[in-house]
Every structure is written in C-alpha cells, then in structure tokens.
Nanobody, 118 residues
Framework: QVQLVESGGGLVQAGGSLRLSCAASGSGRSINAMNWYRQAPGKQRELVAGITRDGSTNYADSVKGRFTISRDNAKNTGYLQMNSLKPEDTAVYYC????????????WGQGTQVTVSS
C-alpha cells in the first residue's frame, strides 16, 4: 500500500521554527515531485512549496525566505523547514507527492497541525 506519513507539527511561538517530514512507503521508486499545502480554518487549501525530482523549488510569496522545501531520495522523505513562523502560518499542513505503483499518481498525507501563538 502506497502511503505518505507526516510528522513534525506542533505548537510554537511566533518567531520559532518547525520541521515537517513526509515519509513515503509502498512505492517501488523514489518520490518524483512533492508539494506542501496548508489549510487554515475557513480557508481554501493553498500551495506552500514544491520541489521537482531534479531539486527545483517554488514557494508561495507568503513563505519565501522563511520556508525551505527539501528531499532525501535515499530515505524517500521530503521536508519543510519553517522558520520565523507567524500566527498566520497556523494551519493543517499536507504533503502531496507523486509516487509510483504501476504508474505515477499523486498521493496525500494525513495532515499535521501547525499552531503558531502570538
């Protein structure tokens, strides 16, 4: 069974840091591309950051310079390093990755809560 398991969320004060992890399992190949999304209460899910297989990255304007997306192909795991956190970063964060199971498909993690207190 192909799945993505997230970890690393929690409660942090404004200005603090957290690192989210997203581990893939059940795929015969390493992650192709990965994105991190977030959804705050009452808001639509939004793209936060993405990374391609060759390591190219893109970020939402709201997190540029504060968040860093990365990947470890040997561990088949992606990361989102979040620094200088703000209360408006509070949301459930989801990883979304392209994995191989007979064909390439996109999968979602279960989500992890990030709460930033002021």
């Amino acid at each position: 069974q192909v799945q993505l398991v997230e970890s690393g969320g929690g409660l942090v004060q404004a200005g603090g840091s957290l690192r989210l992890s997203c581990a893939a399992s059940g795929s015969g190949r390493s992650i192709n591309a990965m994105n991190w999304y977030r959804q705050a209460p009452g808001k639509q899910r939004e793209l936060v950051a993405g990374i391609t297989r060759d390591g190219s990255t893109n970020y939402a304007d709201s997190v540029k310079g504060r968040f860093t997306i990365s990947r470890d192909n040997a561990k088949n795991t992606g990361y989102l390093q979040m620094n200088s956190l703000k209360p408006e970063d509070t949301a459930v964060y989801y990883c979304n990755a392209q994995l191989f199971r007979g064909s390439w498909s996109w999968y979602w993690g279960q989500g992890t809560q990030v709460t930033v207190s002021s």
